[in-house]
């Protein structure tokens, strides 16, 4: 683990997080979103961002944080995944980090059972979790949100 890492970091419930920078597409401010029924829990609904049907993750119900209604003031990340571009509700984002590679604690020594974490690295914010979002859904939330999508996109 070599060379320099660049972090996107964000707020939530005062938090900081951090996003790798090559998945970040960009941030916008919230926006209305649709619901999308039989979605997994931590799905919003979605936005259509540019005729692109992006999925709205909700950070907070993955992370067990107390729930909290999206505001106008809060801020969309658009990233993203192997599989997909999503959307996450953050409250603020703070802006970008350039790091060591070697900073950061591979995520074994910080969550070993939390799959969706990369590793952790202290900044100024205090202790930033890094998370993949290539893990964010489980195979099978997955699979319930392909449905969920491919259900809204007909319907509408």
């Known amino acids: 683990m070599e060379g ?3 972090l996107l970091i964000f707020v939530v419930e005062g938090r900081p997080f951090g996003l790798l920078l090559p998945q970040v597409e960009r941030v916008i401010r919230a926006m209305a979103w649709t619901p999308l029924p ?3 829990e931590m799905v919003l609904g979605a ?4 005729g692109e049907i992006i999925p709205l993750f909700d950070f907070r119900a993955r992370f067990g944080l107390p729930e909290r209604d999206v505001s106008e003031n809060d801020q969309f990340v658009i990233a993203r995944t192997s599989r997909r571009a999503v959307a ?3 409250e603020e ?3 970008l980090e350039e790091r060591d590679r070697v900073d950061i604690v591979e995520a074994e020594r910080v969550l070993p059972h939390l799959d969706q974490i990369e590793g952790a690295i202290q900044l100024d914010q205090g202790l930033t979790l890094i998370h993949n979002l290539n893990r964010f859904l489980s195979l099978d939330e ?3 949100l392909d449905k969920a999508l491919s259900a809204g996109v007909s319907d509408g």
């Open 88 to 90: 996450l509700a953050v």
């Open 142 to 144: 997955e699979r319930e």
């Open 47 to 50: 936005i259509d961002l540019g």
């Open 38 to 40: 039989q979605s997994p």
């Open 93 to 95: 984002v703070k802006g």
């Open 4 to 6: 320099k890492v660049q």
